[in-house]
């Protein structure tokens, strides 16, 4: 199920409780290499294969697998208008937009963008949105110009546009979670890979920097990264515990929880989310249904044969 969420008043992000069963799970047709965005910016930004696996790992618990679904859409019912793309951008809350606006830059209508006649009802929306602060649901305009969710889908399919349509997404990704959570590691000295990751699945997810406040106050003045990620985690989890809609996620959390436990603090070790929460935390955890995948250090993934459930 895709959960699309408010990001500092401009910008929704996307499917945030993903879980194997519930909706379109865009797998790939084979085990492999994923797929995503470069580099990206910020303080202390991670090396292209740690951005590689964290973004692997975010898209298992978006899509339930590591291969980043840049042709998703679809109406999800959360009262933020139509949910798209590799981060669930929201049509009622900023976001989609802002990959619009990108995209129209790059590529006009008559050079084969398909999303370029949308723009003005989005601004319609927008201007609610911003006038109002309340998320908006409608589609009404987005319907009366054409099928928004078959022509995001048809935009990302199309090898002509395609490598537009990703770039414009993923700069939108960099732009509003990415950097902000890498700035957010470097502002209080957090280091390894593992943290960053966490801290970009939580701005995802979540949308803003409170559980980073939150574990601040938790884990005090100077205290170490390990004890700070901890406390960290364990705040998320109880918040997400607590949403009707973000428990059947809270998996998410364990993924981590069970690196940190491990010490794979660079991401150098193959990472299985064969992790639930009910494995690092027991009861009354239930199991998000994520399906078990590896991620190498290098970024590319397997689906393994057999997997055994375990916080260690």
């Known amino acids: 199920m895709r959960i699309c969420l408010l990001v500092a008043l401009v910008a929704c992000s996307g499917s945030k409780a993903a879980m194997h069963g519930d909706g379109p799970l865009a797998d790939s047709s084979g085990d492999g290499a994923g797929s995503g965005s470069g580099s990206g910016g910020g303080s202390g930004a991670l090396t292209a294969n740690q951005k590689r696996v964290a973004e692997e790992l975010t898209s298992i618990w978006e899509n339930d697998t590591p291969q980043l679904d840049y042709a998703y859409s679809e109406n999800i019912g959360d009262g933020r208008g139509y949910t798209s793309g590799r981060a669930g951008f929201c049509t009622g809350t900023g976001d989609a937009i802002q990959v619009i606006a990108c995209y129209d830059a790059k590529r006009t209508a008559a050079q084969g963008?398909?999303?370029?006649?949308?723009?003005?009802?989005?601004?319609?929306?927008?201007?609610?949105?911003?006038?109002?602060?309340?998320?908006?649901?409608?589609?009404?305009?987005?319907?009366?110009?054409?099928?928004?969710?078959?022509?995001?889908?048809?935009?990302?399919?199309?090898?002509?546009?395609?490598?537009?349509?990703?770039?414009?997404?993923?700069?939108?990704?960099?732009?509003?979670?990415?950097?902000?959570?890498?700035?957010?590691?470097?502002?209080?000295?957090?280091?390894?890979?593992?943290?960053?990751?966490?801290?970009?699945?939580?701005?995802?997810?979540?949308?803003?920097?409170?559980?980073?406040?939150?574990?601040?106050?938790?884990?005090?003045?100077?205290?170490?990264?390990?004890?700070?990620?901890?406390?960290?985690?364990?705040?998320?989890?109880?918040?997400?515990?607590?949403?009707?809609?973000?428990?059947?996620?809270?998996?998410?959390?364990?993924?981590?929880?069970?690196?940190?436990?491990?010490?794979?603090?660079?991401?150098?070790?193959?990472?299985?989310?064969?992790?639930?929460?009910?494995?690092?935390?027991?009861?009354?955890?239930?199991?998000?249904?994520?399906?078990?995948?590896?991620i190498a250090p290098d970024g590319t993934w397997t689906t393994p044969a057999t997997s055994t459930y375990s916080c260690n």
């Not at 395609?162 to 700069?171: E, H, P, V």
């Not at 406040?213 to 205290?223: E, S, T, V, W």
């Not at 929880?257 to 935390?281: F, S």
């Open 113 to 294: 963008n398909l999303m370029a006649k949308y723009m003005p009802a989005l601004m319609v929306i927008d201007q609610r949105y911003q006038s109002t602060g309340m998320d908006q649901a409608s589609t009404a305009e987005l319907d009366a110009v054409g099928s928004w969710t078959a022509d995001w889908a048809a935009s990302d399919n199309n090898q002509t546009t395609q490598a537009d349509f990703r770039a414009c997404q993923d700069q939108i990704v960099d732009l509003l979670y990415y950097t902000p959570a890498m700035d957010a590691a470097a502002q209080r000295g957090l280091t390894t890979a593992l943290t960053k990751a966490a801290l970009y699945d939580m701005w995802i997810n979540q949308g803003d920097d409170a559980l980073a406040k939150k574990a601040d106050q938790l884990a005090g003045p100077g205290a170490t990264e390990d004890l700070w990620l901890q406390k960290f985690l364990e705040a998320r989890r109880d918040v997400m515990w607590a949403d009707s809609t973000w428990k059947s996620a809270v998996d998410r959390v364990a993924g981590y929880e069970k690196q940190r436990r491990r010490g794979n603090w660079q991401l150098g070790t193959a990472i299985r989310n064969d992790v639930r929460a009910l494995d690092c935390w027991g009861a009354p955890y239930t199991s998000s249904g994520y399906t078990v995948r590896e």
